[in-house]
């Protein structure tokens, strides 16, 4: 091998090397300061593309939980409201009971009658203020409710409405029903009775509905979960690993600045043949 202080083969290898530790370094300290092995296209463009894929989904995934708890409020008000409806029937129905008596006398069945028409009149209150944002399933002509059921939008959960009105298909008790003897008290605790039977099923309903849209929302909560962790699985970088990688490649480094420097001394070595 001929030597020559024009070209200086050790040092040029010597530079290489440096240079590719120093690539190596700035691709670790990057992973370590981020926490990321592929922290742009840059780093792996195929894991890249599919980490962002999936990071669109978790994100739809956000709007499709908040449309759900935007939908469990709102059955979830018509469930608090239905059962008030049915507390309130139970209590009319004691009334109108208690005025079929016929040993009762007029004033005795008007005051029934009174706390019977005061009942039924809370019920239609409750009827009408049974909103959550701007959504009421029990009045009549109520909103059924639907939530998004996937991050594509192309499923929908759906709950819907039941009419909890007076004189509706279930509460048969109509805005002035009331009783002024025995015979009309009768006549109204057959309604009432009905109307217990069809108010209980119709929030059995929505409580199934609230039940199907609190399932579906921990089902989405875990889908997510299982997308992050799939991500971080490809994209994740072991700090650990890392870590001891930057150690190793410092100490490389500096024996790459120690290789460098004896070969630029090299050409100095010839001089010594002229003296």
Same mark, same amino acid.
């Given at each position: 091998?001929?030597?020559?202080?024009?070209?200086?083969?050790?040092?040029?290898?010597?530079?290489? !090397?440096? @240079?590719?530790?120093?690539?190596?370094?700035?691709?670790?300290?990057?992973?370590?300061?981020?926490?990321?092995?592929?922290?742009?296209?840059?780093?792996?463009?195929?894991?890249? &593309?599919?980490?962002?894929?999936?990071?669109?989904?978790?994100?739809?995934?956000?709007?499709? $939980?908040?449309?759900? @708890?935007?939908?469990?409020? =709102?059955?979830?008000?018509?469930?608090?409201?239905?059962?008030?409806?049915?507390?309130?029937?139970?209590?009319?129905?004691?009334? /109108?009971?208690?005025?079929?008596?016929?040993?009762?006398?007029?004033?005795?069945?008007?005051?029934?009658?009174?706390?019977?028409?005061?009942?039924?009149?809370?019920?239609?209150?409750?009827?009408? !203020?049974?909103?959550?944002?701007?959504?009421?399933?029990?009045?009549?002509?109520?909103?059924?409710?639907?939530?998004?059921?996937?991050?594509? #939008?192309?499923?929908?959960?759906?709950?819907?409405?039941?009419?909890?009105?007076?004189?509706?298909?279930?509460?048969?008790?109509?805005?002035?029903?009331?009783?002024?003897?025995? /015979?009309?008290?009768?006549?109204?605790?057959?309604?009432?009775? /009905?109307?217990?039977?069809?108010?209980?099923?119709?929030?059995? $309903?929505?409580?199934?509905?609230?039940?199907?849209?609190? =399932?579906?929302?921990?089902?989405? #909560?875990?889908?997510?979960?299982?997308?992050?962790?799939?991500?971080?699985?490809?994209?994740? &970088?072991?700090?650990?690993?890392?870590?001891?990688?930057?150690?190793?490649?410092?100490? $490389?480094?500096?024996?790459?600045?120690?290789?460098?420097?004896?070969?630029?001394? #090299?050409?100095?070595?010839?001089?010594?043949?002229?003296?």
């Amino acid at each position: 091998m001929s030597t020559s202080i024009i070209t200086n083969t050790s040092a040029m290898v010597a530079l290489q !090397n440096l @240079n590719n530790t120093a690539a190596q370094l700035t691709t670790t300290q990057n992973r370590i300061s981020t926490g990321l092995k592929v922290s742009s296209a840059k780093d792996n463009g195929a894991i890249w &593309a599919i980490a962002q894929n999936q990071r669109s989904g978790i994100m739809a995934l956000d709007q499709v $939980k908040d449309s759900l @708890n935007r939908a469990q409020s =709102t059955v979830d008000v018509a469930v608090s409201a239905g059962q008030s409806i049915s507390d309130l029937l139970n209590q009319m129905k004691a009334k /109108a009971l208690a005025a079929t008596d016929t040993s009762l006398d007029t004033n005795s069945i008007n005051a029934l009658a009174n706390d019977f028409k005061a009942l039924r009149d809370q019920i239609g209150k409750i009827v009408q !203020n049974a909103d959550f944002n701007g959504a009421n399933m029990i009045k009549t002509g109520g909103s059924s409710v639907y939530a998004l059921a996937n991050a594509a #939008g192309t499923n929908k959960l759906t709950v819907a409405a039941v009419n909890l009105g007076l004189g509706g298909g279930n509460v048969t008790v109509t805005a002035a029903g009331t009783f002024t003897s025995n /015979a009309t008290a009768s006549a109204q605790l057959s309604l009432v009775n /009905a109307s217990i039977t069809n108010v209980n099923a119709a929030v059995a $309903k929505l409580g199934t509905g609230s039940t199907a849209v609190q =399932t579906h929302l921990t089902f989405i #909560g875990s889908l997510q979960d299982t997308l992050t962790t799939g991500v971080g699985n490809l994209v994740d &970088a072991d700090v650990a690993k890392e870590s001891a990688n930057l150690t190793a490649l410092q100490t $490389k480094q500096q024996l790459g600045v120690q290789a460098l420097s004896i070969a630029n001394q #090299g050409p100095q070595f010839l001089l010594s043949l002229f003296k």
